[in-house]
């Protein structure tokens, strides 16, 4: 059974009609063709599917479709400004060596958002919390840390960041 | 993963009615993290999933300041509690349970009443629950029952639910004056994954600031079902809690539990950790119930 959802999508307002079985990771995917969220385990355990629903880090993969109606929804395609210019979090990761293959880096990154959006003054212990549910293959985790410590400073300056709090959504 | 039909109901009658009358083809789903991991692995095959997730509730513990009794709400998630002062100054003992589930991505969408009715023999949420002296709200076709959590889980997987039955809250009973709790998860790693051992001990203290008066010792993963080590509990009760008494209370324990071999810990091991974890949540709750301010 399909149904119509409305939800704001990196801070534009968008309807669509949506399967009841689909999870919102197929939804972003391969309904909208956003591929920047991934993959990973399909269960919930790796975190490479985290987007960011009503300011909150969840696994898409987990998550389903309809649920997303009258909500927020931020993916790593909602980062960057709209002239290309990296959010600060991604040029930290950058800049710092948090990324080599990539795959685990949308979903870290969005983790690491999730928490400096509701808490700029996080601690070593509350990033490494943050990001508990995220799986990197590649870097053993420590320039991923480095990456997100660099940018705590910043966050309290008050980042580029694309408006998703949706004060024009409806309930 | 399976197709199904989603329903949303806005009220426990409703959902009870949509139960009822799909004659066991629908399956409720709150956060959806069991629920849907267990669609896709095939084990569980409902034509309709009845969400539970609109159903008004509350969403933040509730304490009546009156009768001192707490309120959760089955349908609130790991991280509402994880985040509530109340819960981290009040009964931090369930605040170190829930912080600890999965990680932030689960704890925000997983409910508590889903992880209880689960009934997975680890389930961190239900051992501060059961040493809280925590009670299951259920409501179901014939009206609202209470059941102590210390009973409502009846085997690896099976809980005191029938049919179209829906756990709402949990209620905890006024504290006692000077009481104190801290629970352990014991493994390997320091997140995203299912505890080798948990351990919660509850200790309310007489005015001396030394006796114990009252002891819970609640286990997870020493046995099929989480459990109350009784004999260490009335083994500790008129004592003074000292390391002397909270390591024997540790061993009564340990020979309380039922431990297996597992794909995560062996048994011996188990056995040993009860003892020394017994001892080491019992240090840290005696200095909370000292520093409690009842």
Redesign the interface.
């Known amino acids: 059974?399909a149904r119509d959802i409305t939800f704001t999508f990196n801070g534009h307002r968008m309807a669509a009609r949506v399967?009841?079985?689909w999870?919102l990771l197929h939804f972003i995917r391969e309904e909208l063709g956003y591929t920047g969220t991934k993959e990973g385990c399909?269960?919930?355990?790796c975190?490479a599917c985290?987007v960011i629903v009503d300011g909150?880090?969840?696994?898409s993969c987990?998550?389903?479709a309809?649920?997303l109606d009258g909500r927020s929804l931020v993916t790593i395609e909602g980062l960057a400004a709209a002239d290309g210019t990296l959010h600060p979090l991604q040029k930290a990761f950058v800049d710092h060596g948090g990324i080599q293959c990539g795959f685990c880096s949308p979903g870290m990154i969005l983790?690491a958002k999730?928490?400096f959006d509701e808490n700029p003054n996080a601690s070593d212990e509350d990033i490494?919390?943050?990001i508990?549910?995220?799986l990197c293959r590649c870097t053993g985790y420590v320039q991923i840390i480095d990456s997100i410590k660099s940018v705590r400073r910043e966050v309290e300056e008050g980042p580029r960041v694309v408006a998703w709090r949706g004060d024009d959504t409806e309930r | 993963?399976?197709?199904?039909?989603?329903l949303v109901p806005r009220s426990l009658n409703e959902a009870i009615s949509m139960h009822e009358s799909r004659d066991g083809r629908a399956k409720y789903i709150a956060g959806?993290?069991d629920v849907?991991?267990k669609m896709?692995e095939g084990k569980l095959v409902p034509d309709c999933?009845i969400?539970l997730?609109h159903i008004i509730a509350q969403d933040r513990p509730f304490l009546n300041t009156e009768t001192g009794e707490l309120f959760i709400g089955a349908f609130m998630t790991h991280?509402s509690i994880e985040r509530s002062s109340l819960v981290q100054h009040r009964y931090p003992i369930l605040h170190d349970a829930v912080?600890n589930i999965?990680?932030?991505?689960?704890r925000?969408?997983a409910t508590i009443g889903g992880n209880l009715v689960n009934a997975v023999p680890s389930a961190d949420g239900a051992i501060p629950l059961i040493a809280l002296d925590g009670k299951a709200h259920i409501y179901g076709p014939k009206g609202y029952r209470l059941v102590d959590l210390a009973r409502f889980f009846l085997g690896p997987g099976q809980c005191d639910i029938q049919g179209a039955e829906i756990l709402t809250e949990i209620i905890i009973p006024r504290l006692a004056p000077r009481t104190g709790g801290a629970y352990i998860k014991h493994g390997r790693r320091?997140?995203?994954e299912l505890p080798m051992l948990g351990v919660g001990v509850l200790l309310s203290i007489e005015p001396d600031l030394a006796t114990c008066a009252e002891a819970r010792i609640c286990l997870g993963v020493a046995a099929p079902t989480p459990f109350r080590a009784r004999e260490a509990e009335k083994y500790l009760v008129g004592k003074p809690v000292t390391e002397d008494t909270l390591s024997e209370a540790g061993r009564i324990a340990a020979g309380e539990s039922r431990v297996r071999d597992s794909i995560r810990g062996v048994a011996w091991y188990r056995r040993e950790m009860v003892g020394v974890l017994v001892k080491r949540m019992g240090l840290l709750a005696l200095e909370r119930a000292k520093g409690s301010n009842e």
């Open positions: 059974m399967e009841d079985y999870t399909g269960g919930g355990e975190g985290t909150a880090a969840v696994n987990l998550y389903l309809v649920e983790s999730a928490l490494k919390a943050a508990a549910g995220n | 993963m399976h197709k199904f039909t989603y959806g993290t849907l991991v896709k999933l969400s997730k991280r912080r999965g990680s932030v991505q689960i925000n969408v320091e997140a995203m």
